[in-house]
């Protein structure tokens, strides 16, 4: 069972949506992304930073703005 990590005890407001879930309920992403960024510090992720101000990213670039050429 995933827990949060921040203390706000909700995840990103992009989860539902974002393809980061559906590769990790596939299994094709480790939990540690979860875990760090949605939920936890969801506004250090570089996908939530670039949907924020509109900026187009690939479904592939990881929270940390790397590309992961495996998702593609
Ligand atoms: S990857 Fe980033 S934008 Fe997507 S749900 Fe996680 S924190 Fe939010």
Redesign the pocket.
Known sequence: MLKYTNTAGK?????PV????RFFEEGKLDTK??AA??L?H?ER????QM?ESNRYHPDHM??DGSLDESLV
Not at 11 to 15: A, L, N, Q, R
Not at 45 to 48: D, E, F, L, S, T
């Open positions: 995840p990103c407001k992009w989860y974002c393809p980061m879930k992304w979860i960024y949605c936890g969801w992720c570089i996908r939530y949907e990881l929270p």
